[in-house]
């Protein structure tokens, strides 16, 4: 393993981050591309959350990585129905819930292995036609239904604001809408803009470059 007193390895980009993370928020390490190995680094750190963003990739790193107690799992990418089945009841945490139909998969198949997934619902705060989530309007409703499905505890929302301008009043529009609800967690801020969405109450950050370096190019 790598020395943690070396600038560039994992466990000293964790700790960096770390040390902006106030109590009462989750840091999320983002381990898409990464190797299992990696993980096992930030593992080794103290790190316990890690979200990935390719149900299939994700399934092969929880195989290899089975034998970590307590890590938890995050899945944070796109969701197609047919690929929930790879998740079921080892994601403890879903933050990309935008649709009723998605929402009855997870709960049919988590309540079916007598689990129960942690769920946030995926906002386009910023109505971009290009990116995943639901509409603002939309949420109330789609809260209601996913908060009534066995298998399911509806925790929150989640979003990625526009990759140009300011963050912060997205963010706040989310936290905003997330107390109208009721809903305690927020899913916001990633290695760029972290420390503006724990200004504005983001409960759960999602951070992998800052801590992992650059990702392995695709083969």
């Not at 593992?43 to 307590?70: M, T, V």
Request: with cysteine.
């Amino acid at each position: 393993m790598t020395s943690g007193g070396d600038p560039g390895t994992i466990a000293s980009r964790l700790a960096a981050v770390r040390a902006g993370i106030p109590e009462g928020v989750t840091l999320v390490a983002i381990s898409k591309t990464q190797p299992p190995e990696a993980i096992r680094e930030a593992y080794a750190a103290g790190q316990r959350h890690f979200g990935e963003n390719y149900a299939q990739e994700w399934r092969a790193k929880a195989d290899a990585l089975a034998d970590l107690p307590d890590l938890v799992w995050h899945f944070v990418g796109g969701l197609q129905t047919n690929k929930v089945k790879y998740l079921a009841s080892r994601a403890a945490w879903i933050h990309t819930v935008d649709r009723e139909e998605l929402a009855r998969e997870i709960g049919k198949r988590y309540a079916a292995r007598g689990a129960t997934a942690r769920v946030l619902l995926e906002v386009n705060v910023a109505g971009e036609p290009a990116k995943a989530g639901c509409a603002p309007a939309d949420v109330p409703a789609l809260a209601a239904t996913t908060a009534a499905i066995p298998g399911l505890l509806l925790r929150g929302l989640m979003c990625i604001p526009p990759a140009e301008g300011d963050p912060r009043p997205h963010f706040r529009a989310l936290a905003s809408l997330a107390r109208q609800l009721g809903l305690p967690d927020l899913s916001m801020g990633m290695s760029g803009d972290w420390r503006e969405a724990i200004a504005e109450g983001a409960t759960l950050v999602r951070v992998g470059t800052a801590i992992f370096g650059a990702r392995p190019p695709k083969e």
